[in-house]
């Protein structure tokens, strides 16, 4: 069975950082894309960033871009979000998913994560 | 980025309803078009991709069509574990999901 388990969520200042982490188990995990989704509260989904299997090939939304960096340990079967420079405006439920192939784009995201809750609050 | 909208926001219906959403994109994904059910609290979980193929262990109640810019996800008969919110997402290029469709009881 496929598992997505995500760690590191919390309460942060406002430009602060967190580095959020995703262990993965029940796949050939260094086959797949893996990417990061987040849920803002009473809004919808929005896709943040993904990186391919290699760590070749990785993505970010405009939002975050400079602000957040995506990363893998293909041995240690984790995911992880780096995120700085952090606003109110990223409070969210961040939820890893893996992807069904090999890239970045025309895919589907086929397992997700229960997500974890990240506050930026003073 | 390409937008993608859905149609309706919310939607009341009842058990053994027939439903359909529509999403509708700003410029061609072709079929690069999946859809999502999500429930507060829980994963979000894959019912379709590649506009119209099912995934594996969703049932037959749940179709999708379209390709280009217009696309149906498809509920024939609504069953009680069916109301969630619908998401409609391109993998075109950069990925990006519609706003979300609210079904109700």
């Known amino acids: 069975e496929v598992q997505l388990v995500e760690s590191g969520g919390g309460l942060v200042q406002p430009g602060g950082s967190l580095r959020l982490s995703c262990a993965a188990s029940?796949?050939?995990?260094?086959?797949?894309?893996m990417h990061w989704v987040r849920q803002i509260p009473g809004k919808g989904l929005e896709w943040i960033s993904g990186m391919t299997w290699n760590s070749g090939g990785l993505g970010y939304a405009d939002s975050v871009r400079g602000r957040f960096t995506i990363s893998r340990d293909n041995v240690k079967k984790s995911l992880f979000l780096q995120m700085d420079r952090l606003r109110t405006e990223d409070t969210a439920v961040y939820y890893c998913a893996k992807g069904m192939g090999v890239g970045l784009v025309e895919d589907a995201l086929d397992a997700w994560g229960q997500g974890t809750m990240v506050t930026v609050s003073s | 980025d390409i937008q993608l909208t859905q149609s309706p926001t919310s939607l009341s219906s009842s058990v053994g309803d027939r439903v359909t959403i529509t999403c509708r994109a700003s410029?061609?994904?072709?079929?690069?078009l999946n859809w999502y059910q999500h429930k507060t609290g829980k994963a979000p979980k894959l019912l379709i991709f590649g506009a119209v193929i099912l995934q594996s262990g969703v049932p037959s109640r749940f179709s999708g069509s379209g390709s280009g810019t217009d696309f149906t996800l498809s509920i024939s008969s609504l069953q009680p574990d069916d109301f969630a919110t619908y998401y409609c997402?391109?993998?075109?290029?950069?990925?990006?999901f519609g706003q979300g469709t609210r079904l109700e009881i």
């Open positions: 029940g796949f050939t995990f260094d086959t797949n894309v």
């Open positions: 410029q061609s994904v072709a079929t690069y």
């Open positions: 997402q391109q993998t075109y290029n950069t990925p990006t």
